[in-house]
């Protein structure tokens, strides 16, 4: 079946394994099994404004990302997330609901349950974009991609995250379960501050996190982080 909507005429598609990193070897890392946690009606979290904020302090493109975020109504972080880098990067109006049929069919995503670290990108790499996966990433490398203008996700532990590393269940070594966009940093303020949208909280647009929470909450999936940019050989 064609990734594309009946609604898109295009003919675009990428199947050539070098045009991304589509495999992953995760066999020196306790991996979860599935990226899906469930919508949490809590999160307390500030929200970047672009019209309060130095813009010039700011890395990556907060207030055009944050055009696309809703909230999932499932375990579809991952699917969710993807489909903001879409429509922002492409222009398309992509549903959640048209995602996960065609993730569900494509075996990338398990209904009710989530996405496999491994396979987080596989919509994106299918549209078309250069994915590249990594473990181990660095902050460093979450600001090069911005700088590049490339879409960003990362697995984190949602416990974490949303206790801003408070959390008294969390510990180092339990896994991830959740995925969200990295689309900015903040170095407006006195401490560096991430700019995410997480579409598992109900104000999870352009949420500021404080740089040292947001490196806890992703070390518990090893500093995974998925980077897509558009393929301009396709």
């Known amino acids: 079946d064609d990734f594309h909507d009946e609604d898109d005429d295009s003919d675009d598609e990428d199947d050539d394994p070098d045009d991304g990193d589509a495999e992953v070897s995760v066999a020196d890392y306790d991996a979860p099994d599935l990226l899906g946690s469930a919508v949490e009606e809590y ?5 970047f404004d672009p019209s309060r904020t130095d813009m010039s302090q700011v890395i990556g493109n907060p207030a055009g990302s944050m055009e696309h975020w809703h909230l999932q109504e499932g375990q579809t972080c991952a699917v969710v997330a993807q489909e903001f880098i879409l429509n922002e990067q492409f222009g398309t109006d992509f549903t959640e609901q048209f995602l996960e049929d065609y993730a569900t069919q494509a075996g990338y995503y398990l209904p009710g349950m989530g996405t496999p670290p491994h396979d987080v990108g596989n919509i994106m790499l299918d549209a078309g974009m250069r994915v590249t996966r990594s473990y181990n990433s660095s902050f460093d490398n979450l600001i090069e991609n911005l700088q590049d203008g490339h879409g960003v996700l990362v697995s984190v532990s949602s416990d974490s995250l949303w206790s801003h590393g408070n959390s008294e269940i969390f510990m180092p070594g339990i896994g991830a379960d959740h995925v969200v966009q990295v689309i900015g940093i ?7 501050q991430v700019i995410i949208n997480d579409s598992g909280i109900a104000d999870g647009c352009g949420i500021l996190v404080d740089a040292d929470d947001f490196v806890e909450a992703w070390s518990a999936g090893g500093y995974y982080m998925i980077s897509a940019e558009v393929n301009t050989n396709a």
């Open 43 to 47: 999160g307390e979290f500030d929200n």
């Open 186 to 192: 903040d170095y407006s303020g006195n401490e560096p």
